[in-house]
């Protein structure tokens, strides 16, 4: 079955960077829309950003607009997410989200990694 492994968080101060990595085995990767997610404490968890198969069109949360990059390797079956000017209200629990799509303005996935905690220090 489709598993998905998040790597790459860690503690970071304001201002800074943190690249995430997913890693997919079990499925056939290239054949996804995938996502990022992440759930902060006491909150839902929220859309991220987004990458078609193809890697032609990407989408972001208003929030991280400008400030993260998603990108994919298909040969390495790989998801990334390139984070810049980290806030303190970036922190929380950042999930993979497999074989991804939207419905209205509400994002879904059909497989998830446990996730990876990114806290960002003021």
């Known amino acids: 079955q489709v598993q998905l492994v998040e790597s790459g968080g860690g503690l970071v101060q304001a201002g800074g960077s943190l690249r995430l990595s997913c890693a997919m085995s079990?499925?056939?990767?290239?054949?996804?829309?995938m996502a990022w997610f992440r759930q902060a404490p006491g909150k839902e968890r929220e859309f991220v950003a987004a990458?078609?198969?193809?890697?032609?069109?990407?989408y972001y949360a208003d929030s991280v607009k400008g400030r993260f990059t998603i990108s994919r390797d298909n040969n390495k079956n790989t998801l990334y997410l390139q984070m810049n000017s980290l806030k303190p209200g970036d922190t929380a629990v950042y999930y993979c989200?497999?074989?991804?799509?939207?419905?209205?303005?509400?994002?879904?996935?059909?497989?998830w990694g446990r996730g990876t905690q990114v806290t960002v220090s003021s």
């Open positions: 989200g497999g074989d991804s799509w939207r419905r209205g303005t509400t994002w879904y996935a059909n497989y």
């Open positions: 079990g499925g056939t990767f290239s054949d996804y829309m």
């Open positions: 990458m078609t198969w193809s890697s032609d069109e990407t």
